[in-house]
């Protein structure tokens, strides 16, 4: 099952190293295939690095696509974490 969805980064810093650590956290807790989309840039989103350089600011939006048996529930928990602003 493929799953896609655009959130809006609300977080005053963007995707900085502690918030690109916790998505890749999540991400490697499930088993799809999770792929990250900002300004043209697409990267998986399981290395830190890869989310780290998309460059995400603050009112940017980051396009997601999960591809696996359990795409919607990570795409929940994803959202989640992006509208409470990485719980910082």
Same mark, same amino acid.
């Not at 999770?34 to 043209?40: L, Q, R, T």
């Not at 780290?52 to 990570?74: K, N, T, V, Y």
């Given at each position: 099952?493929?799953?896609?969805? +655009? #959130?809006?980064? !609300?977080?005053?810093? @963007? ?6 650590? &916790?998505? =890749?956290? %999540?991400? $490697? &807790?499930?088993? /799809?295939?999770?792929?990250? &989309?900002? /300004? @043209? +840039?697409?990267? *998986? =989103?399981?290395?830190? !690095?890869?989310? %780290?350089? %998309?460059? $995400?600011?603050? @009112?940017?939006?980051? /396009? #997601?696509?999960? *591809? @696996?048996? *359990? $795409?919607?529930?990570?795409? +929940? $928990?994803?959202?989640? %974490?992006?509208?409470? &602003? #990485?719980?910082?």
């Amino acid at each position: 099952m493929v799953v896609e969805k +655009t #959130f809006t980064l !609300i977080n005053e810093n @963007g995707l900085h190293a502690r918030p690109a650590t &916790k998505i =890749a956290e %999540l991400v $490697a &807790k499930y088993n /799809s295939k999770v792929m990250v &989309k900002c /300004s @043209g +840039t697409e990267v *998986d =989103a399981k290395r830190v !690095i890869n989310l %780290l350089m %998309l460059g $995400a600011e603050c @009112g940017m939006e980051l /396009s #997601f696509r999960i *591809d @696996g048996p *359990d $795409a919607e529930a990570l795409m +929940t $928990a994803i959202g989640n %974490l992006i509208n409470q &602003k #990485f719980l910082e």
